[in-house]
Nanobody
Framework: VQLVESGGGLVQAGGSLRLSCGASGRTFSRDAMGWFRQAPGKEREFVAQISWNSGWTYYADSVKGRFTISRDNAKDAVYLQMNSLKPEDTAVYYC???????????????????WGQGTQVTVSS
């Protein structure tokens, strides 16, 4: 089972990026999916979560109004549209899946048992 992120890169402050995450080996179409990030020297933190049917979405306060999480269950994919990027958004971004959780409440990091390898996002000032 693999989760593979793509779409990271270097962008100027105020710019946009769209991260993608594809699943292989099993389907997560009935499970909550999330995005997390880890900046150098910091703990990994929650960014966004989406329920299995896209009915519920949750965001960290730091990204609310700027980032949008979405999913396409037919493609076993989840996305993170990031707008108005700030230098403090610089981090490695991870996609994760929480099997058994529908996503109608915010899952803890320990509930996510599948993780991607991460993709680097760097925002220059």
């Amino acid at each position: 089972v693999q989760l593979v992120e793509s779409g990271g890169g270097l962008v100027q402050a105020g710019g946009s990026l769209r991260l993608s995450c594809g699943a292989s080996g099993r389907t997560f179409s009935r499970d909550a999916m999330g995005w997390f990030r880890q900046a150098p020297g910091k703990e990994r933190e929650f960014v966004a979560q989406i329920s299995w049917n896209s009915g519920w979405t949750y965001y960290a306060d730091s990204v609310k109004g700027r980032f949008t999480i979405s999913r396409d269950n037919a493609k076993d994919a989840v996305y993170l549209q990031m707008n108005s990027l700030k230098p403090e958004d610089t981090a490695v971004y991870y996609c994760a899946a929480a099997p058994g959780y529908s996503g109608n409440y915010i899952a803890s990091q320990s509930d996510y048992s599948y993780w991607g390898q991460g993709t680097q996002v760097t925002v220059s000032s």
